[in-house]
């Protein structure tokens, strides 16, 4: 597939994927396609019947979605519409998973490996045809089938506190990691704001960290390094470059005095009233943030987003991806209804809009809340797709060297080190992720 990368202005998104999404892709499919309701190839008959849809949504599921249930019953009123929603997403849908009883529409969860995608899901019609109307398709997807639609497509960077920053004399968004140091040691100095919060306690958000690769600008990065290098960690390579920055954000003193008594939920309204200064997270938490900044009497407009500190020739990059996927579970008894809801969510409802993200339609509209990024020139990046038969192959190499680059174990671990929790240091760390990698790479083969 082409290679594109994608100047804000656009106002949509592509069809491409990211190599870490793309190393979950999908397996073959079994069964139909969907969608007689939206041009896909086999789920039959009109909309009707009861539905549940599954949500991690806990903060709207009970005031957004009711509105959302009240449009799409007035549009398709042989369907009912109810919902669930799941703190722990990943963890509770998986023990549910376990049985056939999990929901009509689902968000597809991480620990889906790809060789079990079409066993838990229906198919919804060729990415091909699909990807004429939605973005990153591939990202679930396997021998052109399609299994999930994003909810909204998110671009990467960090959130802040534009009055912390300004307080503390910050004026310019920070070019390089070693600039970005600098500006956490000036909030530092002249704030009483903690510069950064690494959110360690909750965990998910140092998975974040993974989301940058985008920053370097190369859409054939990730098929060219990480899985195909024996040493991820070593200077100059995106890892070193990621994961350095967070260790010397952690061993310099510009976080928490204690990341074990972390809070996500209190981060917000933390950085929101700007007794925190900043936060590595996607572009979806930016609403999140302008939300706890007002219900904590201040104000929205104190919230900004940049991009992760790298530049290539003078210019911004921004990864893009699919937030989760909405995807039918393939033992509902009411698939046309499900794909009615699938469709409308991303054509409809206007989550993707009210939550900051890029549209998951390819002429979508682009948020507000990047109006930043547009300002700036900053380029969005989509990288390319692993090539055929690899697949599986970076997150193979994951789970043989039990390096969890998708989520949050060994960046625990990192942060432990760099505070002196535990023994080692930056080189020494990397230099042991390094060697469980080849040795992984080597099993894999």
């Given at each position: ?179 970005l140091l600098d500006d956490l040691r000036a909030i530092k100095d002249k704030t009483d704001a ?111 987003y940049m991009p992760f500190p790298y530049q290539v020739d003078g210019t911004f990059h921004a ?127």
């Amino acid at each position: 597939m082409e290679t594109r990368v994608i100047e804000m202005a656009k106002k949509h998104i592509l069809a491409a994927t990211t190599g870490a999404a793309a190393a979950l892709a999908l397996a073959a499919c079994t069964g139909g396609a969907g969608g007689a309701a939206a041009g896909g190839d086999g789920i039959e008959g009109e909309p009707s019947g009861e539905i549940t849809v599954i949500t991690q949504r806990t903060d709207l599921v009970d005031t957004v979605f009711q509105d959302y249930k009240e449009q799409f019953e007035k549009e398709y009123p042989d369907v009912t519409v109810s919902f669930e929603s799941m703190t722990d997403y990943e963890g509770e849908i998986a023990v549910r998973m376990n049985t056939q009883d999990y929901g009509d529409v689902l968000l597809i969860p991480n620990s889906v490996t790809p060789d079990k995608l079409g066993t838990f899901f229906e198919p919804l019609g060729g990415v091909e045809e699909l990807g004429e109307k939605y973005a990153l398709l591939e990202e679930e997807a396997y021998e052109g089938q399609a299994y999930g639609i994003p909810i909204t497509v998110n671009t990467q960077g960090i959130v802040y506190n534009k009055k912390v920053w300004a307080d503390a004399g910050l004026t310019d968004w920070p070019t390089t990691p070693d600039e970005l140091l600098d500006d956490l040691r000036a909030i530092k100095d002249k704030t009483d704001a903690v510069p950064y919060y690494t959110n360690y306690a909750d965990g998910w958000p140092l998975s974040q960290w993974d989301g940058n690769r985008g920053a370097l600008g190369d859409p054939a990065y990730a098929n060219e390094h990480i899985a195909y290098t024996d040493t991820p960690w070593a200077p100059g390579e995106w890892h070193h470059i990621s994961d350095g920055l967070l260790f010397d954000i952690v061993a310099g003193g510009l976080s928490e005095e204690d990341p074990t008594t972390t809070n996500w939920e209190e981060s917000k309204t933390l950085l929101g009233t700007g007794k925190v200064g900043t936060m590595l997270l996607g572009s979806w938490a930016i609403t999140q943030m302008q939300q706890a900044a007002e219900d904590a009497g201040g104000s929205a407009d104190d919230i900004g987003y940049m991009p992760f500190p790298y530049q290539v020739d003078g210019t911004f990059h921004a990864q893009v991806a699919g937030d989760y996927k909405n995807a039918i579970n393939v033992h509902s008894e009411h698939k046309a209804a499900a794909w009615a809801w699938v469709e409308w969510f991303a054509e409809e409802s206007g989550y993707a809009y009210d939550e900051g993200g890029l549209s998951p339609l390819v002429d979508g509209p682009t948020p507000e809340t990047l109006a930043g990024f547009t300002d700036a020139g900053v380029e969005l990046v989509a990288l390319d797709p692993a090539p055929s038969g690899k697949e599986a192959y970076e997150a193979n190499v994951v789970s043989e060297s039990e390096v969890d680059l998708y989520g949050n174990i060994y960046r625990q671990e990192l942060v432990d080190v760099a505070r002196g929790a535990k023994d080692g240091d930056k080189e020494s760390f990397f230099a042991s992720l390094n060697e469980r990698w080849a040795k992984a790479r080597a099993a894999v083969g």
